[in-house]
């Protein structure tokens, strides 16, 4: 039982299980069922906490397609698009992300969709794009490998400014690590905006945050006040903190949202947000997990963004916390 509910758990395979572990499996997988169905009846109604506290709850898509399948009313709006799926085999071009952004913006309507610029890189390598490197997780990653091949950035940045005028757009960057990056990577968007409007191009310049998942940023949040709004990637920022991977199961036990230092430093860029009236939201998976849900508004969150699929259950975790 103890190495069924640790595969569970942790994503790992069991070979010729024991029938003790089958009949482990079958019972969970049951227990879950029965879990989700109670959390369907949690998906229409607004998050709010037994306290009474309400949390906004947007979900997490790539493709556009995935849209299709959720009702705009069971959530606040989209908190992070990410978008290296269009950056499969070819890099894509512009009329292509942009015809993928609208698409979403439209379908939100009047609810903010906050669209991330390509991560490749780390565990999301491109070919033609990403580099050959020792450790990519300390490479050339995110908004590090956009400023280094800024012909391919560019095409993104005019695609998003174009598809502004559709929706309420907000673009984030990801891994940011220094805040002379967030200073580059909108210093590209005010001279493509500027290039759009002297073309006649219908445009808009969205509000621009950044991805709180380099220690760097969740230990000094006061050196990114420019930002519009932070949004804690806590699966980068989980593996950055505690040295452990977020793709090795043999560090998976080291690899938790829960432990006192992360949760330390989520809760300090919670306080700093509120403060400096900055929005602070999660979107990284621990959102979705109803076993870190309790500490994530315990640190302070009131702003959670999670997998479609995990949007119900989440609901149903908010509704048991006591904050
Ligand atoms: C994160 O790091 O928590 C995050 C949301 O981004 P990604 O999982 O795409 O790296
Ligand atoms: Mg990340």
């Known amino acids: 039982h103890g190495h069924a509910a640790r595969a569970r758990q942790h994503g790992g395979i069991v070979l010729s299980p024991s029938k003790a572990q089958i009949a482990a499996f079958r019972q969970s997988s049951s227990s879950f069922r029965a879990r989700r169905d109670r959390a369907g009846t949690f998906l229409a109604r607004p998050a709010v906490t037994k306290a009474g506290t309400a949390v906004r709850m947007q979900v997490n898509i790539a493709d556009p397609s995935e849209v299709d399948g959720i009702d705009i009313a069971t959530c606040d709006g989209v908190g992070l698009m990410r978008t290296e799926f269009l950056f499969g085999k070819t890099l894509p071009d512009e009329g292509t992300q942009y015809r993928a952004y609208r698409k979403v913006l439209e379908w939100a309507g009047e609810k903010p969709v906050t669209i991330r610029t390509v991560d490749a890189g780390g565990d999301k390598p491109v070919p033609g ?40 757009l907000k673009v984030m960057f990801p891994m940011i690590a220094i805040v002379e990056e967030y200073r580059q990577a909108a210093a590209m968007f005010a001279e493509e905006q500027t290039a759009l409007a002297a073309r006649g191009i219908a445009n808009k310049m969205p509000p621009l945050g950044i991805m709180v998942e380099v220690p760097s940023v969740a230990i000094v949040p006061e050196a990114f006040t420019e930002a519009a709004f932070f949004s804690i990637g806590s699966n980068d920022l989980t593996q950055y903190v ?52 309790p500490s994530l508004l315990k640190a302070g969150l009131r702003d959670l963004s999670v997998a479609p699929a995990q949007l119900a259950m989440a609901k149903a975790a908010i509704a048991d916390v006591s904050v």
């Open 129 to 168: 794009f990403t580099v050959e490197e020792s450790n990519p997780f300390l490479g050339l990653r995110g908004i590090r490998l956009s400023l280094a091949r800024p012909e391919v950035f560019r095409v993104q940045i005019r695609a998003l400014l174009r598809a502004a005028v559709h929706g309420n």
């Open 242 to 293: 505690m040295a452990a991977a977020r793709d090795d199961a043999a560090v998976a036990h080291l690899n938790s949202v829960r432990h006192p230092a992360v949760l330390r430093l989520i809760a300090a860029v919670t306080a700093f947000g509120q403060r400096e009236k900055i929005p602070v939201s999660l979107c990284g998976d621990a959102g979705g997990d109803p076993a870190s849900i």
